[in-house]
T-cell receptor, first 114, second 115 residues
Framework: NAGVMQNPRHLVRRRGQEARLRCSPMKGHSHVYWYRQLPEEGLKFMVYLQKENIIDESGMPKERFSAEFPKEGPSILRIQQVVRGDSAAYFC????????????FGPGTRLTVT | AQTVTQSQPEMSVQEAETVTLSCTYDTSENNYYLFWYKQPPSRQMILVIRQEAYKQQNATENRFSVNFQKAAKSFSLKISDSQLGDTAMYFCAFILTGGGNKLTFGTGTQLKVEL
């Protein structure tokens, strides 16, 4: 039973480019959560999605960041026009409906902006 | 808003010894879960232990146990018989039940187990 999968594991982008991070939840999980970990900090919540719905995006920066979880395929976290301050580890977690207290984490994507 | 505080940025312990990591939190709610996660150099987030606030009994998982003091809003992690593989960053985290969906993390404690 595969766990939460994220790709790529490492992503390097130049300032101004776009970054697309993918997350495939565990089998049977329809809820996805994105967290960001800046260097030397803890994880911070960004967004919570169900299939085709954004439920809570209270942690998302107002500009350049967007997330989706389509009916088919992985969840995507998209960062447009990246800046150096976007360099971080981005983690995805998934859970079954109603079981947000049982979130399983993926291995993360390390984004480096040069 | 909920907050989680870990006041020990770094700690070290000798192999086979016992170490306790501290965590305090703040919430006005009554129903929630508390967690300790381990993040080794691989950066994978690994759940160490989970405590439900309504349970008075402290959770244990093999060498890991917690001291949950609800009135004091304290949730410390005790690691017994420390092993080199326990070297990692440890994060305390919190989530509300009944509609809560986001984990709130502390800033972490870097634990080093030494020979």
């Amino acid at each position: 039973n595969a766990g939460v999968m994220q790709n790529p594991r490492h992503l390097v982008r130049r300032r101004g480019q776009e970054a697309r991070l993918r997350c495939s939840p565990m089998k049977g999980h329809s809820h996805v959560y994105w967290y960001r970990q800046l260097p030397e900090e803890g994880l911070k919540f960004m967004v919570y999605l169900q299939k085709e719905n954004i439920i809570d995006e209270s942690g998302m920066p107002k500009e350049r960041f967007s997330a989706e979880f389509p009916k088919e395929g992985p969840s995507i976290l998209r960062i447009q026009q990246v800046v150096r301050g976007d360099s971080a580890a981005y983690f995805c977690a998934s859970s079954r409906p109603g079981r947000a207290y049982e979130q399983y984490f993926g291995p993360g994507t390390r984004l480096t902006v040069t | 808003a909920q907050t989680v505080t870990q006041s020990q940025p770094e700690m070290s312990v000798q192999e086979a010894e016992t170490v306790t990591l501290s965590c305090t939190y703040d919430t006005s709610e009554n129903n929630y879960y508390l967690f300790w996660y381990k993040q080794p150099p691989s950066r994978q987030m690994i759940l160490v232990i989970r405590q439900e606030a309504y349970k008075q009994q402290n959770a244990t998982e093999n060498r890991f146990s917690v001291n949950f003091q609800k009135a004091a809003k304290s949730f410390s992690l005790k690691i017994s018989d420390s092993q080199l593989g326990d070297t990692a960053m440890y994060f305390c985290a919190f989530i509300l039940t009944g509609g809560g969906n986001k984990l709130t993390f502390g800033t972490g404690t870097q634990l080093k187990v030494e020979l």
